[in-house]
Nanobody, 123 residues
Framework: QVQLVESGGGLGQAGGSLRLSCAASGLTFGNYAMGWFRQAAGKEREFVTRISRSGIIAYADSVKGRFTISRDNAKNTLYLQMNSLKPEDTAVYYC?????????????????WGQGTQVTVSS
């Protein structure tokens, strides 16, 4: 059974930093592309960033230069370092695993999802 468990969310201040983790089990982690998505209240889930199996990274324009995705295949863990936080970053953040896809920017390209972790940024 595949499990993705996010942690590290919470309350942050504008201009501050938070680091999210996603612990994966039940799958061969290195064989999957991994992504982070977020969903603000009343909005659709949106792409944040992803890292391919080979380590190729892409970011949404809204987080480029502020967020950094990384993965540790030995620990089966995905990370999201969030710096220079803004109130508009407030959302539930989800990690996801994909066995294949072209752009890996849409939810339909991912096979497995975590339960999400809330990030709230105060101004």
């Amino acid at each position: 059974q595949v499990q993705l468990v996010e942690s590290g969310g919470g309350l942050g201040q504008a201009g501050g930093s938070l680091r999210l983790s996603c612990a994966a089990s039940g799958l061969t982690f290195g064989n999957y592309a991994m992504g982070w998505f977020r969903q603000a209240a009343g909005k659709e889930r949106e792409f944040v960033t992803r890292i391919s199996r080979s380590g190729i990274i892409a970011y949404a324009d809204s987080v480029k230069g502020r967020f950094t995705i990384s993965r540790d295949n030995a620990k089966n863990t995905l990370y999201l370092q969030m710096n220079s936080l803004k109130p508009e970053d407030t959302a539930v953040y989800y990690c996801a695993a994909s066995s294949g896809g072209l752009y890996l920017r849409t939810t339909g390209e991912y096979n497995y999802w975590g339960q999400g972790t809330q990030v709230t940024v105060s101004s």
